[in-house]
Structure formats: C-alpha cells, structure tokens
C-alpha cells in the first residue's frame, strides 16, 4: 500500500476530533496508526495532494478524501465565525462562546469549553440536543444532564439569524427575535462528503462515502481492504 496525503501529518479530522482534553484514548489510537505505519515500512507520500485517479489507473485505488464543513452562506456574517475543527486544532476564542449546533461535535466542544472555565452557550435548531442517531446513550444522557446541572445555556428550536460583534441573533420557535451576547461564535453545522471528482470505480471510505463516526468509518475501511 502507498498513501498520498496532502497535508504535512497523518490523520485528517482525527485530529480534531480526538483534540479535547478528555480523549485521551482517541489520540492513543492514532499514535498507535502511526507507529504502525513505520513499523510496517508503509510509503507515504506527504503534502501530496491527488486531483485525479487517471496515473493510477489499473490499481486498485482506496479514496479517504474526508469531508468539507458545511457553511451558513445564507447567515450575514458567518465569516465572523470559528469552525469547529479550527476551533479543535488551536485557534483561540473568547471567554464566552456560541456554540451554534447542538449535536454531538457541538455538545463536546461546548463541554470543553465549561471544563476550561470558559461559559458556552448552546444553540441548536432541533428540539433536543444530540438529535442524530448512532450516538452512545450512556454519552448523550450524560452531556445533557451535565450541562443541565451546571446550567449551561441551551436553546433549543432556535436558529441563527445573523452574526454580529460581540452577540449573536437568532429567531425562537415562536418567530421571536433573541439577541444572545457572546464574544466567539463556533461553527458545528455539520460536514459534508468530499470525495474525488472522478472516483469512478475507486472505493470510497471514512466521510468522502458517508460522514460518520470513529467505529463507522475504521469498519468501512476494513472492509474495502479486505475486498482488494
């Protein structure tokens, strides 16, 4: 096997997604991937970006191409806003941040954020946080009680009008308008496949075939190189 990664480091959204400080485990995992590719003597072509499949045509080809952020064009100022997997990976926010998304990403990032003293808050479109299904029980019960019991702010059925400095506004289920003072808006709207143009007959594997989780997508990648 051969990778081409475009970027400098093994690991794509893991990174991010195994960033706070209570995943421990997670980057075990993807130290241990690593050390794995050494130890198997694995090539790995780095800051190799593949725009097309046609130079390896006649191999078998695995794409891993991972997923793009969805953006809130249609919201004024969203340019205002921190990306959750930037926000993940080092760039800094204030002491009181929207969290603007209240699944899974978003509830973990907002947790983080109360462990570093920080106050969050939460705002989410559905009527309940951690909406999607596939998410642990025991880890979505307890976020939820957790920021009941610290009394994090959580607004539910609540969507994001515009991005302002220093406050966000927002529209309540009733159509109320909601000014919601904060110093830092993260992005957790969610992300979106990104596979290559020209796949083809390629097999697609992690978020470029389907955004999901750790267990989806290191079982999806099992079974495509199982099939070669």
């Not at 970027?7 to 130290?31: N, P, V």
């Not at 907002?110 to 029980?137: F, H, N, R, S, W």
Request: hydrophobic share 40%.
């Amino acid at each position: 096997p051969v990778i081409h990664e475009k970027k400098g480091e093994l690991g794509g959204t893991f990174i991010a997604a195994s960033a706070e400080s209570y995943k421990g485990k997670l980057r075990d995992l993807l130290t241990w991937y690593k050390k794995q590719m050494k130890d198997l003597d694995i090539e790995i072509h780095f800051n190799e970006e593949i725009r097309s499949l046609e130079p390896f045509a006649g191999s078998p080809v695995i794409v891993a191409t991972g997923s793009v952020a969805r953006v809130l064009k249609k919201v004024p100022g969203h340019e205002k806003m921190v990306e959750a997997c930037e926000f993940l990976t080092g760039t800094p926010v204030g002491e009181k941040a929207a969290v603007v998304g209240g699944g899974l990403t978003g509830c973990e990032i907002a947790y983080e954020l109360a462990l570093q003293g920080k106050k969050p808050v939460i705002v989410e479109m559905k009527d309940d946080l951690i909406a999607q299904t596939g998410v642990c029980l025991a880890n979505s019960s307890y976020l939820r009680e957790w920021f009941a019991w610290q009394k994090v702010p959580v607004y539910l059925e609540t969507t994001l009008k515009e991005v302002r400095d220093g406050s966000i506004l927002c529209t309540e289920k009733d159509g109320k308008e909601l000014e919601i003072p904060c110093d830092s808006v993260i992005s957790c709207a969610g992300y979106l496949p990104a596979p290559l143009p020209e796949a083809g007959k390629a097999r697609l594997v992690g978020d470029c075939r389907q955004v999901g989780n750790l267990r989806s997508v290191v079982w999806n990648a099992y079974e495509a190189a199982m099939k070669i």
